[in-house]
């Protein structure tokens, strides 16, 4: 199975992007998918996560709470990240992520099994 992330690109402080995620290949068993984002010269941060089927239950880093909205397809096996009132520290790459079980240390990257190659948010000043 295969994550393709999409979305990304240039957007001026204030504005909005939103990003997708979907699977390919065989069929994606998971009860969790996440965002997550890279900063040049920065380590790997959580942004969102997903629990299903839990009636879609989601969480945020501080960092984004109140700007950005993730949701999803379960059935299509696609999420979406919504964000708004972008800043220029938002700027990063963003790579969907997925777990075939949902773990309360949803917000640890290295608890995923399958990831996608990453989009690119550039947000200007």
């Known amino acids: 199975v295969q994550l393709q992330a999409s979305g990304g690109g240039l957007v001026q402080a204030g504005g909005s992007l939103r990003l997708s995620c979907a699977a390919s290949?065989?069929?994606?068993?998971?009860?969790?998918m996440g965002w997550f984002r890279q900063a040049p010269g920065k380590e790997r941060e959580f942004v969102s996560a997903?629990?299903?089927?839990?009636?879609?239950?989601?969480y945020y880093a501080d960092s984004v709470k109140g700007r950005f909205t993730m949701s999803g397809d379960n059935a299509k096996k696609m999420v979406f990240l919504q964000m708004n009132s972008l800043k220029p520290e938002d700027t990063a790459v963003y790579y969907c992520?997925?777990?075939?079980?949902?773990?309360?240390?949803?917000?640890?990257?290295?608890?995923?099994?399958?990831w996608g190659q990453g989009t690119l948010v550039t947000v200007s000043s």
């Open positions: 290949g065989r069929a994606l068993s998971t009860d969790a």
């Open positions: 997903i629990r299903w089927p839990m009636g879609k239950r989601t």
């Open positions: 992520a997925a777990r075939q079980y949902w773990s309360v240390q949803y917000y640890r990257g290295s608890i995923y099994d399958t």
